[in-house]
């Protein structure tokens, strides 16, 4: 069981340039979000699903797509890379009851991805 | 990798001290209220939670409250340790229908003295 698996850890990239941040989990959650952070802040909602096929913005989504093909796998497109997007980004995931709800206890985060813009 | 938690509100408390740290929250529509830690280089950890229609709710050495006259939410740890030293995030958690949402606040740097 590894939980939340975020790929890469670190990643340097040119304004302009595209790329996918990786997230899977193996806990067979519904739920799974994005999100970002930046120095000295909280995290930040860039997109979430609920389950497979099914997706919605959060607070920060501009400039990031994303899709849910599979429970397991929810990435994370920057389209155009820009310097305002350098930040850490973390993927998570919950259960989901049967009401449709999760619970603060059942959210697991990743590790973190640190992307830096130049 | 990025260090989190410069220019955060610092708690700065000696080893054995009890550590209150502090939260304001905006939605009053809010399910769910949420303390997580995080330690450096590393993701958010689950401490407690609480539901909306409690004031009170008490963990191992923590104990969250919950005063939704004045939008307020506060963590208590019992007997402050090392290992306690981490930045302190609060998050707000709302579902309906096919929405859940976990919105985070700024943050607290907990700095435990030995």
């Known amino acids: 069981n590894a939980g939340v698996t975020q790929t890469p850890k670190f990643q340097v990239l040119k304004t302009g340039q595209s790329m996918t941040l990786q997230c899977a989990q193996d806990m067979n959650h519904e739920y799974m979000s994005w999100y970002r952070q930046d120095p000295g802040m909280g995290l930040r909602l860039i997109h979430y699903s609920v389950g497979a096929g099914i997706t919605d913005q959060g607070e920060v989504p501009n400039g990031y797509n994303v899709s849910r093909s599979t429970t397991e796998d929810f990435p994370l497109r920057l389209l155009s890379a820009a310097p305002s997007q350098t930040s850490v980004y973390f993927c998570?995931?919950?259960?989901?009851?049967?009401?449709?709800?999760?619970?603060?206890?059942?959210?697991?985060f990743g590790e973190g991805s640190w992307l830096t813009v130049v | 990798g990025e260090s989190v938690g410069l220019h955060l509100p610092t708690l700065s408390v000696q080893e054995g001290d009890n550590s209150i740290i502090n939260c304001a929250y905006s939605n009053s529509a809010s399910d769910y209220f949420i303390w997580y830690k995080q330690e450096s280089g590393k993701g958010p950890q689950f401490i407690i939670d609480?539901?909306?229609?409690?004031d009170k709710r008490q963990g191992q050495r923590v104990t969250v409250l919950l005063n939704k006259t004045v939008k307020h939410l506060s963590l208590q740890i019992a007997a402050t340790q090392p290992g306690d030293s981490a930045v302190y995030f609060c998050?707000?958690?709302?579902?309906?229908?096919?929405?859940?949402?976990?919105?985070f606040g700024t943050g607290t740097l907990l700095a435990v003295q030995p």
């Open positions: 998570a995931s919950s259960y989901t009851h049967l009401t449709g709800v999760i619970s603060g206890n059942t959210i697991y």
């Open positions: 998050a707000e958690l709302t579902y309906g229908g096919a929405t859940n949402k976990l919105i």
């Open positions: 609480i539901r909306s229609n409690m």
